[in-house]
């Protein structure tokens, strides 16, 4: 109501509309006093009825490639879950080689990093990781601070771990490419992140050994469980070949026709004879998530189409420095944690941060290391469960508690700020970005 009467920075009322129905939207989803979809419902609304924005525009994410990845993933994923070989593959393994504190770290690690190639859909993915290492760990009686804090590391690793890769988290990467209206592909966005994210992983294991390190001494020297042999059915190690198939088409996508999605989505297709997929699992695509990514991937567009947002970001423009320059990146990673600590959601930060921040930096600094930046501020910094979806996932399921996430994020804030300055820039500066 206030911005319908004040109507700020000479906005008309049409823009005044679109912005005030924009703040009253964020609002409701920070807060929940309104449903998420109903509020995004209103978002979309709004930005049809009132923007002037063509339906292209305002319905960007559904008609784009990444809509479809993700949809046909949310199935793929489920097959994987049904066919039950995640886990009877990887118990026998934890038993075999998890036998002291540092292998079960280790082994957090290489499972996250491993499953990120076998399930696309991220939030499936640690799901179905919890409730392996859940079972593993009641089988050889680890106590329940000791749980809490292996636990607490599977889904913190996770969160690092899925910045290397486009793939890694296709709903936070793909939203990130797509609202900074950049085409980034698997073997781009592995040159820009995977080796300093990588040696920033190693600094949070470090971090995370020190945090813990009491609870972690607890681990049994000879844990109960004994290795088992892995013993498969005639149609598990079918579903197998088949899966490892669909992985290594999908690993090495840059070197044949097929694209990821095409692929994932002929495998999901294919998951229905093979008995790996039936009509009821349909419902495993999360219909309220994407009606809430396609008002987030809206605002952008919209808002530049409408004039809101040149008058909006203009703002902003004296903050910055006139070059980019590490003060300048200073600036990009200080306002996005800022913006994330309060709006708490990954996606709902990127709808308000990246189209202003690349408006902002449009012929100062260069787009790609820009939107990185953005990248590892929002998808990195976390201090409550809120500010993080995986996060969200694993308090929710009481895998651990606010406390943990209190007792790292503090400290791994700081980490993520250094590691811009000691690792991702310099690696930039070497590739000929900066």
Not at 301 to 318: E, I, N, Q, W, Y
């Amino acid at each position: 109501a206030l911005i319908l009467l004040l109507r700020p920075l000479g906005f008309t009322l049409q823009q005044s509309v679109i912005l005030a129905a924009l703040v009253l939207t964020i609002l409701w989803w920070v807060t929940g006093v309104v449903e998420r979809t109903a509020a995004s419902l209103f978002l979309l609304a709004a930005f049809l009825l009132c923007s002037g924005a063509p339906i292209q525009t305002v319905f960007s994410f559904p008609l784009s490639e990444n809509f479809v990845l993700i949809t046909v993933s949310f199935l793929f994923s489920q097959g994987i879950s049904n066919s039950g070989l995640p886990g009877k593959l990887l118990q026998p393994l934890l038993a075999h080689f998890a036998r002291s504190p540092g292998r079960m770290v280790l082994s957090l690690l290489l499972s996250a990093a491993a499953m990120m190639f076998l399930i696309p859909q991220p939030f499936s993915r640690i799901i179905i990781l919890s409730l392996i290492y859940r079972e593993y760990f009641a089988r050889i009686n680890l106590s329940e601070p000791l749980r809490t804090a292996l636990l607490f590391g599977l889904y913190y690793f996770s969160i690092l771990i899925n910045m290397s890769m486009i793939r890694g988290d296709i709903i936070l990467n793909g939203a990130l490419s797509s609202m900074a209206g950049l085409t980034v592909d698997e073997g781009v966005w592995a040159a820009y992140m995977l080796a300093p994210t990588l040696a920033y992983l190693l600094a949070a294991v470090l971090l995370y050994r020190f945090l813990f390190r009491r609870v972690l001494r607890t681990f049994p020297s000879s844990p109960a469980q004994t290795a088992e042999r892995v013993q498969l059915t005639g149609s598990e190690r079918r579903n197998l070949v088949f899966l490892l198939a669909v992985v290594v088409l999908w690993a090495t996508e840059d070197f044949h026709p097929l694209t990821g999605t095409l692929v994932v989505a002929a495998a999901t297709a294919l998951m229905f004879p093979l008995g790996l997929l039936r009509l009821p699992d349909v419902k495993a695509i999360n219909v309220k998530l994407l009606i809430f990514l396609t008002a987030a991937f809206a605002i952008g567009g919209t808002l530049k189409s409408c004039g809101v947002a040149d008058r909006l970001f203009s703002l902003f423009v004296p903050v910055f420095p006139q070059t980019f320059s590490p003060a300048y990146a200073a600036v990009v990673l200080l306002t996005v944690v800022l913006l994330h600590t309060v709006l708490g959601s990954n996606i709902t930060t990127m709808s308000v941060v990246v189209p202003g921040l690349m408006s902002i930096g449009a012929g100062v600094a260069p787009p790609l290391p820009l939107m990185f930046l953005i990248c590892i501020a929002v998808c990195s910094q976390f201090l409550l469960p809120f500010h993080h979806v995986i996060l969200l996932l694993g308090e929710g399921d009481r895998c651990y508690s606010t406390h943990e996430l209190l007792r790292v994020g503090i400290p791994h804030t700081a980490l993520m700020l250094f590691a811009v300055f000691l690792l991702y820039l310099p690696w930039w500066r070497l590739l000929g970005a900066l």
